[in-house]
T-cell receptor, first 114, second 113 residues
Framework: GAVVSQHPSRVICKSGTSVKIECRSL??????MFWYRQFPKQSLMLMAT?????????EQGVEKDKFLINHASLTLSTLTVTSAHPEDSSFYIC??????????FGPGTRLTVL | GNSVTQMEGPVTLSEEAFLTINCTYT??????LFWYVQYPGEGLQLLLK?????DKGSNKGFEATYRKETTSFHLEKGSVQVSDSAVYFC????????????FGPGTSLSVIP
């Protein structure tokens, strides 16, 4: 079946630094990828829709200059959390739309900002 | 806009008990409906889905039927196991929301021996 990977799985960084998270579709091409964040014991909230070769579409309330998304190829989308602060600590999950228009989710990246 | 509502958790059951997690949705058009499961510390896994009214999704003993008349997609399992302990998310996806997956708040299930 289709597999989506994320790297890193966990990252701890100091406040003020930037962190890049990669999302890859391993065995299929994905023109559209989605980025979600999940706070402890809460549901997933969609942050943005990433389209290959064009600018990402952000959900209301999500700062596009804070969360930079680049969909460089049909198998890779990156989310960069710029100038991270403790309130950005969360579980970030990506998904990719594959064959049959089904969405496949990555395993998530746990970000902790000290 | 589109939304998903789930019963509040946490739910605690004894092994072999019957499970029902209620889910209702609001959507324009004809959404596809999903149940995802998230085990502790892990990402999401698709548990089952249904793409049109009266469809029944099933997997690993879990079932859910797409009821358009009641806008519901309740998850059921006849006999739960300790290994079913996880958080369960009901979700929908619709062309009218640009194929975004809209998640419910999640229901935490704990099964005790």
């Amino acid at each position: 079946g289709a597999v989506v990977s994320q790297h890193p799985s966990r990252v701890i960084c100091k406040s003020g630094t930037s962190v890049k998270i990669e999302c890859r579709s391993l065995d299929f091409q994905a023109t559209t990828m989605f980025w979600y964040r999940q706070f402890p014991k809460q549901s997933l909230m969609l942050m943005a829709t990433s389209n290959e070769g064009s600018k990402a579409t952000y959900e209301q309330g999500v700062e596009k200059d804070k969360f930079l998304i680049n969909h460089a190829s049909l198998t890779l989308s990156t989310l960069t959390v710029t100038s991270a602060h403790p309130e950005d600590s969360s579980f970030y999950i990506c998904s990719a739309t594959g064959y049959n228009n089904e969405q496949f989710f990555g395993p998530g990246t746990r970000l902790t900002v000290l | 806009g589109n939304s998903v509502t789930q019963m509040e958790g946490p739910v605690t059951l004894s092994e072999e008990a019957f499970l029902t997690i209620n889910c209702t949705y609001t959507a324009t058009g004809y959404p596809s409906l999903f149940w995802y499961v998230q085990y502790p510390g892990e990402g999401l896994q698709l548990l089952l889905k249904a793409t049109k009214a009266d469809d029944k999704g099933s997997n690993k003993g879990f079932e859910a039927t797409y009821r358009k008349e009641t806008t519901s997609f309740h998850l059921e399992k006849g006999s739960v196991q300790v290994s079913d302990s996880a958080v369960y998310f009901c979700a929908l996806r619709s062309k009218t929301s640009y194929d975004k997956v809209i998640f419910g708040p999640g229901t935490s299930l704990s099964v005790i021996p």
